[in-house]
């Protein structure tokens, strides 16, 4: 028998914690992800570094054009910054454009890409209108969008356990093993626990709780009967729970 204080009868109101702490490593990760990328983005910036969209609008299409080098400006870190002439139909122009030690030198020729839309826009083949930077701009923009992701991840994650929470059918299960969770010491402990749906079918379920919580310390004191809300239609989608993951109206 499940001593426990009873859970709400549904619809339950969801502590935050209890939603978005399930899953609130993603959440850590992501916004780590997120931050080093603005780090590197302000270094970038103030670093002289431009941003690369308009190299990628060049990828995508461009004309192309005869062009002169006028002017070879060797920078840090080997890079060359390169002065070009060239002519789109009637329209005389000059652009810049980034290159390594090995860049053309002045007089040479070569093939400009442009815009066909803004030829103003444009660089030599084989360099880039965007000046290079100690970090990469693509290894900077991958990074924040792989922050992104995991921060969609994490906020689906809690969306859909604040949900469970809320409206899943409660059932007694029981405790079959107990571990502290890897490289956090004894902080968090990962939870094993059975419990039968309305079929009588067992289900094993995988839980981290934090091991300071009410739950957290009862199942390390050795108690062994907890509280499992699940999803009928989907026995998988289930989660430990106990009354300190809800609001009770009253109550201090």
Do not use: K
């Not at 870190?77 to 390169?82: A, D, M, P």
């Not at 002519?87 to 093939?111: E, N």
């Not at 409206?167 to 010491?185: K, N, Q, S």
């Amino acid at each position: 028998m499940n001593e426990a204080e009873p859970l709400p009868a549904p619809p339950r109101e969801v502590r935050f914690a209890a939603a978005f702490g399930r899953r609130a490593l993603l959440g850590v990760v992501g916004g780590f992800l997120l931050l080093v990328a603005a780090i590197l983005a302000g270094v970038l910036l103030t670093s002289g570094s431009s941003l690369p969209f308009d190299d990628h609008a060049l990828d995508a299409e461009h004309g192309l054009a005869d062009a002169e080098v006028i002017g070879r400006e060797p920078l840090p870190g080997g890079v060359t910054r390169l002065t070009f002439r060239y002519a789109v139909g009637d329209r005389r122009l000059v652009g810049r454009s980034y290159g390594s030690g090995d860049a053309p030198a002045v007089g040479a020729r070569g093939t400009v890409e442009f815009l066909r839309g803004d030829p103003e826009t444009s660089r030599l083949r084989g360099t880039t209108r965007a000046a290079p930077g100690p970090v990469p701009w693509p290894f900077v923009i991958t990074l924040a969008g792989a922050g992104v992701l995991v921060l969609m991840l994490w906020l689906r994650s809690a969306v859909l356990q604040r949900q469970l929470l809320r409206d899943g059918a409660v059932v007694d299960g029981r405790v079959e093993h107990v571990r502290p969770v890897p490289f956090l010491g004894s902080r968090q402990i990962a939870i094993e626990f059975t419990f039968h749906d309305r079929d009588g079918t067992v289900h094993t379920g995988r839980q981290w709780r934090w091991a300071s919580g009410g739950l957290g310390r009862a199942v390390l004191e050795g108690a062994r009967a907890v509280y499992v809300v699940h999803d009928p239609a989907h026995p998988s989608r289930c989660s430990l729970a106990a009354a300190e993951d809800f609001v009770r109206h009253g109550s201090a």
